[in-house]
């Protein structure tokens, strides 16, 4: 069975309790922040924190990143997109461009599409040859186990929707002049490459879900279920890796 087709997109949170479960969600990660920023508790910087999103076009990315930062301190977290490669960093490794914007020790990134971009829209539409995205598995991995080993927390973001919510999302922002400007041309293409664009996915589930680097799909029909699973995802992510390096999620706090 492949990993998509596990999930299920059923999964459903009242508003009310949507809106509870997010809001003691967030309030952890802000502990848990100024914790790794070295604001509370012993006053170290912690270990850096990368959050990477991929997903579906109109998957729920933007909200799920707004709810992840929305409670954090703006010079505390550094959100950053990646379009399509300009002329200058094509010159370049692909990977290149997105060194600028990995956070350092008690730093905090989020990427709002990756490297994964070379295994995704750029194999299925012949942006890079078969050759290079298929060797680009194996530099993503030593990448990402590299990152891993000099102490960054990994936490990747497959945001998954049904084909028809997918449509249904669509059709809302063709109809809403404030929204329609997230709907483009090439939104259409790709859902007509969907079967395409499913097994890149699935073979980028397989081959780059690691140890120190897992992938996380998250179910994203109902968009406040996936707030609320990103947001304790990442939460989840940071305390398990301070105690894996022997540090306490929860350290007294000087008053």
């Not at 010079?75 to 914007?101: C, N």
Request: proline share 5%; net charge negative.
């Amino acid at each position: 069975m492949s990993r998509l087709s596990e999930v299920d997109l059923g999964v459903r949170l009242s508003k009310s309790e949507g809106k509870k479960q997010l809001q003691a969600a967030q309030e952890r990660l802000v502990h848990l922040r100024l914790l790794l920023g070295g604001q509370i508790g012993p006053g170290e910087l912690g270990p850096p924190l990368c959050v990477l999103f991929e997903g579906w076009d109109a998957s729920g990315k933007g909200g799920a990143i707004t709810r992840l930062v929305s409670e954090l301190d703006p010079r505390h977290v550094r959100v950053a997109q990646f379009a399509a490669p300009t002329f200058d960093e094509k010159r370049h490794h692909f990977l290149w461009r997105f060194w600028p914007v990995l956070p350092g020790w008690g730093g905090m990134a989020v990427l709002d599409r990756t490297w994964y971009g070379r295994v995704l829209v750029e194999r299925v539409e012949g942006f890079a040859s078969e050759e290079a995205w298929r060797r680009a598995y194996g530099e993503i991995v030593d990448l990402e186990t590299t990152l891993a080993a000099e102490g960054t927390i990994l936490v990747k973001f497959w945001m998954h929707v049904s084909p028809e919510e997918q449509l249904r999302r669509f059709e809302s922002r063709r109809d809403d002049p404030y929204k329609a400007w997230k709907l483009t041309d090439e939104d259409w293409r790709n859902r007509e490459k969907r079967p395409e664009y499913e097994a890149a996915v699935e073979e980028m589930l397989e081959r780059t879900d690691t140890d120190v680097a897992p992938w996380h799909v998250v179910a994203g029909d109902d968009k406040r279920w996936a707030r609320v699973d990103v947001v304790r995802t990442v939460c989840e992510a940071i305390e398990s890796a301070l105690k894996a390096r022997g540090l306490d999620p929860d350290p007294p706090l000087s008053t």
